[in-house]
């Protein structure tokens, strides 16, 4: 039984637990890195929207951003961090804990 | 969501859609049939060597085809990642590239007698595994179980020379598996 100073709510991070930003590291999660039109599309989102985002995760040092020139084409890449990575794998084990304590 | 607020049937939806998101990516990476093709071809050319050749030339033929066909499986990756837009590193399997590449000549020294000419098959089975892990495939797993026995089953047998079946045999179920899987991939698409 999990104590009220210690339940798993009260470790949910504000930065992560957002649908869209657990959805962009969900899926770095997996990769090394992804370019911001396959976050687009994969996370079904508009440019504006994706930016904000990355931006607030960025923020807060968990993922990286490069912007390059491919073939004279601009693209961007984004990368999580290793916080990143432990932040996503954090809010996991909260939201399954929060589970585990209503079964 | 409000961290405050989150309820059960919450938790569950956006755990769900992690799974979701983390599969579709993990799915979209898997793509194992052009090193499958690619390395089952060069084993199969490596039967000749193999039938005519000592062991030395089997070794030069791997230095040679081995570097070779990694690099075009670097590059195969490279250009197909940059493609999708998403990638992964590439740091385990040229480790177990490498780590196959230097078992598949020291074995052999150390070893003799027709051990020596297919002892290399069982090291191509171990990569197979790790592949396997890495990639979290099943195929790859089953493949790579296939791969061990081949040898095991030549060394059973009266074969004087294994080593020449051994490489037509290994080629064949990798050369197959690389076919059956690019199918699968073109359908899954």
């Not at chain 2, 020596?116 to 171990?126: D, I, K, L, R």
């Not at chain 2, 790790?130 to 040898?151: G, K, N, T």
Request: some cysteine; charged content about 20%; hydrophobic content about 50%.
């Amino acid at each position: 039984m999990t104590s009220v100073g210690d339940h798993p709510l009260q470790r949910l991070d504000d930065v992560v637990h957002q649908r869209v930003r657990l959805g962009i590291l969900a899926v770095l999660g997996k990769a090394d890195r992804a370019e911001f039109t396959y976050l687009r599309k994969t996370l079904d989102l508009t440019d504006g929207n994706l930016s904000r985002h990355l931006g607030v995760l960025e923020q807060a040092g968990y993922v990286e951003i490069h912007k390059a020139f491919e073939d004279r084409k601009p693209r961007t890449w984004v990368h999580a961090t290793r916080s990143g990575r432990a932040a996503l794998a954090a809010e996991v084990a909260a939201l399954r804990e929060l589970l585990a304590d209503h079964v | 969501m409000n961290p405050s607020a989150t309820s059960p049937r919450e938790a569950i939806d956006t755990l769900r859609h992690l799974e979701d998101l983390s599969g579709q990516t993990r799915a979209l990476l898997r793509s194992f049939w052009f090193p499958l093709v690619l390395f089952g071809v060069l084993t199969l050319l490596s039967a000749p060597v193999a039938l005519v050749g000592e062991g030395v030339a089997v070794a030069v033929y791997w230095a040679v085809a081995g570097t070779a066909g990694g690099a075009a499986v670097g590059w195969y990756y490279h250009h197909r990642e940059e493609r999708l837009g998403v990638s992964r590193s590439g740091v385990p399997c040229i480790a177990t590239g490498v780590a196959l590449l230097v078992a598949a000549f020291a074995l052999p020294a150390m070893t003799s007698g027709r051990l020596q000419e297919v002892v290399s098959a069982f090291a191509v089975a171990g990569a197979y595994l790790i592949f396997a892990w890495l990639d979290r495939s099943a195929v790859l797993a089953v493949l790579s179980a296939a791969l061990a026995v081949v040898p095991a089953v030549a060394l059973a047998s009266s074969l004087e020379h294994p080593g020449p079946v051994v490489a037509v045999v290994t080629g064949l179920a990798i050369l197959v598996t690389g076919i059956v899987a690019r199918r699968a991939e073109q359908q899954g698409r």
